[in-house]
């Protein structure tokens, strides 16, 4: 009985990220996106200067997920590409096509991969 209600608490905790995950808005990502860390390291002087940036975690784990469900279907030969540069992607794809803050990320995203070279 137990082991039962355990898995009904799983599938109910799963159905419900999955939902959320699917009803993600591009104003969302895009600020999820814009969240970053700073990555410092040390100079010759051992200083400490800013070595560069790294994307919010949900960020970088939405659109690589959904990026590997489009190679999934699409014909891809760049299935290795960087958070970086798919982030780029999308937020240009955006830009150009004036996609409202409101619509969905995932088929934002679903449409500007097809702008990722080597994708059809």
């Known amino acids: 009985m137990r082991i039962a209600m355990q898995l009904v608490v799983f599938l109910a905790l799963y159905a419900s ?9 591009n104003a969302e990502l895009l600020k999820a996106c814009g969240e970053k860390t700073v990555v ?3 100079d010759e002087d051992k200083k400490l ?11 970088s784990g939405y659109i690589q997920a959904t990026f590997s469900g489009f190679t999934a279907t699409a014909n891809c030969k760049s299935e290795d590409a960087s958070p970086e540069f798919l982030l780029s992607v999308y937020e240009q794809y955006v830009k150009d096509k004036a996609v409202p803050g409101s619509a969905t990320a995932y088929s934002t995203l679903m449409q500007a991969f097809r702008r990722v070279p080597d994708c059809e």
């Open 40 to 42: 410092m390291g040390r």
């Open 49 to 59: 200067v800013r070595a560069g940036e790294k994307i919010n975690g949900f960020c």
């Open 17 to 25: 990220t999955e939902t959320r995950a699917a009803n993600v808005t």
